[in-house]
């Protein structure tokens, strides 16, 4: 075994091609739907809202979708990203399991996001588009396309979740030092916005409502466009540059992992370190464990069901087949991070559903408590997202122990915290407080959905 | 000319020794002063503040002191820094000047700071030390420090200049993550910080106050040392690994760069990247320009006086030949970064009286344009102290244009600004001050100078 703690990879070495996991599904999700005609969405439906290369790309029969030399020009700003062996970690878990974590808080914005923000607002230049609008929520997806956006000279519109807009100041200055218009969500500039308004004007904004804003306003205007962070198919398939890199790097100390382990949110976090090990899983014989580690103050994976919903609040989104709490579900305020969204990916769903992924949920405290760890034995302050990550590692490392058993696991430390250390205050003041739902609150959530069901395979 | 943005360096070529400047000056900087018998300090003065190697090596005649293995391990987590070429920046300004950054807020700790706080934590912990205390204005210093410390399994007590420790809370709580316990100086845990307390409650502090307190600490207990984040041979010895790995990198792409610039606070930053580089003019007849980029708030570069001074407040440490406004000098609160302190390291004072390096100085509004367009056009968000040496550069670059010559120019982009974004808010919206001192003013803080002049060489 190496000694090295980093594993880089030359800038040669950056992947050349994005991989599609689709075409290797045992089973293929449902399609999307219409929610007026009930009939599949098909490429010319998403027109209005996003470029042709993304739509393209989001119905892709192709393994291997090659990334434009422009966009890996960008990417070089950081990446490759590097690979750490987390042997303080190791040494104070006194477990005999190999932590490895990929470090993608390197990023100009801070977080792994701008691997898909980049390809979008460069698609999205090459078809004349002058402006983007989208939501955002913690804000690490804002940023992300803010600084995307300003490389390739496209306006960015974004719509920030009221309650992180005031909470979060610090977030929204970066998007505006990137040259981004920032607005709360709800707001008075859209139709959708205004509707919530005036039924509650001290609506704390969510996800689906910012959402409905963005497209709404992508939707009216010919030379605007709207651009998603995670959920959809081209995104996912954007993040992949992540676990690739991993495979090399890993390769490097010919090692193939047990267990691959990310935060989930809506899905492009866990897609991108996990899919090429499950390209492995699904084409090579390999039996890597992949987890998904999500927030018990918004358990979709775990706790929710699996259904026809909509990505946003108002309905203006496609019905997506997803793990979903249903559409208008609002998780309490008390969570520091993101992960707050109601749905997962439909590709993403499908493999839980298929059984090839696991789910885990992650209380916010314990996921502070193994962030500090972290902090304190490898350096590195994490993301509050991060921390869920990290959590599960430590849940995994400990059992290994246990087991007596030397497994690799490998996961995602998707951002740092920076922006988020009142979080890291609050936690340590005693006020951060952990969110489980009740089953009565699952059930009323999940009863509000008169969405249609997805059809047996 | 290749047209590589990014110059990486492989880990096996992270440098093995720091570069001594001081053997090599043509004029060595006058000895430092016991103020009560106003005869040279020796190293055993040093004896009760610092462990024995670091005074080893701050009266060390060597050019080359290896750095112990340890040491370059923990430098690895985020060392070689990457070397960047500022093509965007080049655009906006339509420059012939090519500009080269290199990139140190990559640490854990986002800044240049733990190059040496990694190797004083080091010794102390070989020396048995349990404890390190120290000050920090802005929290760039404090950050590093808590993270070398938590590294070496030492205690870190840091004394934070009250106005910064009350308005910046998020490098505080950053410290608190690494473990650290960080108190608002003037404290009443000190004789000096209740004396102050006790003519001025409401003092705001200073880097001169905290210094005093955390030194006098030390010097009453065994166990306990100080440590010094600028100003000291050691530490800028220490910083650079910075200048020689840019020269590997340049060397890369067959260039000796005509300007090196960087930000000055006490003169570790601006050390770290020029020294190697003088060492270039002092032995092979290079002719670099060094310049510091020093803010008009703070400016003892440009207008102090070239006298022995104390490098804290209530003048517990020896007399320092430095330039200097006077240990009591209390910059204008208007100053959002930090750089606040009062005089200039021996050695880069001597430099600048032997008109070896230049020095600059840029009001705080230029400097947060330069470090917006900065970020803007290449994506880093750069500290405020960093904006300083943004502007600079900018300013190079354009009289390059001007003179239609092809200039390298290089600076240090020595840290992020994630925890400063209330600066950035405060510029955007008009709220930021720059403040240039009046020469009444100027004569007033030298004229309380009763400390003895340098003699003549």
């Known amino acids: 075994m190496s000694t090295r703690n980093k594993i880089h990879l030359r800038e040669d070495q950056l992947p050349e091609a994005w991989y599609n996991i689709l075409p290797h599904l045992p089973n293929q999700p449902a399609p999307a739907l219409n929610p007026q005609t009930l009939q599949p969405v098909g490429p010319a439906d998403l ?25 890996r020009e960008v990417y ?94 610090y977030r929204r200055v970066l998007m505006n030092t990137w040259g981004a218009d920032v607005y709360p969500s709800p707001s008075n500039r859209t139709e959708s916005g205004r509707r919530i308004l005036a039924a509650d004007p001290d609506c704390a904004g969510s996800l689906g409502i910012a959402i409905s804003e963005a497209v709404e306003l992508a939707a009216q205007s010919p030379d605007t466009k709207y651009s998603l962070g995670s959920v959809l198919n081209h995104v ?38 996990s899919f090429p090990f499950l390209h492995m899983n699904l084409t090579k014989g390999t039996n890597i464990r992949c987890i998904a580690a999500e927030p018990t103050s918004c358990p ?6 699996f259904r026809y919903d909509f990505g946003d609040t108002a309905g203006f989104t496609p019905l997506l087949p997803m793990y979903t709490l249903g559409h208008d579900f609002v998780p309490a305020r008390i969570h520091a991070g993101g992960l707050r969204y109601h749905g997962a990916g439909a590709i993403v769903s499908q493999l839980l559903k298929d059984k090839l992924i696991e789910a885990q949920a992650v209380d916010q405290i314990s996921a502070f408590e193994s962030g500090v760890l972290f902090a304190r034995t490898e350096g590195i302050i994490p993301a509050p997202e991060a921390n869920h990550g990290i959590a599960v590692a430590i849940s995994e490392a400990k059992k290994a122990k246990e087991e007596g058993r030397k497994k690799t696991i490998l996961f995602n430390l998707c951002g740092h915290g920076h922006f988020d250390m009142s979080s890291y205050e609050a936690y340590f003041s005693g006020k951060l407080e952990s969110h489980e739902l009740s089953q009565a609150e699952i059930d009323e959530a999940i009863g509000k959905l008169h969405t249609p069901e997805v059809p047996a395979q």
Chains 1, 2 share one sequence.
């Open 76 to 169: 070089k700003l950081w990446r490759p990203t590097p690979l750490f062996r987390a042997r303080g970690l190791e040494k104070a878990l006194d477990t005999p399991a190999a932590i490895y974590y990929k470090y993608e808080g390197g990023s100009p914005s801070g977080s792994h996001k701008p691997n898909t923000a980049v390809p979008q607002a460069y698609y999205n230049q090459q078809q004349g588009v002058k402006r983007i609008t989208t939501e955002t929520g913690a804000g690490q997806w804002g940023c992300a396309l803010a600084f995307a956006s300003q490389h390739f000279g496209l306006t960015c519109e974004i719509y920030m979740v009221k309650v992180s807009y005031e909470q979060k100041p």
């Open 47 to 71: 027109e209005p809202i996003f470029p042709l290369e993304v739509i393209r790309q989001e119905y892709s029969p192709d393994v291997w979708v090659p990334i434009p030399e422009p966009v």
């Open 236 to 273: 996912l398939m954007h993040q992949t540059v992540i676990g690739q890199e991993c495979i090399k790097q890993l390769d490097e100390e010919n090692i193939i992992p047990d267990i691959v382990i990310a935060p989930f949110g809506g899905g492009s976090n866990f897609a991108g370190i």
């Open 300 to 305: 979709k994976l775990t706790r929710g069901v």
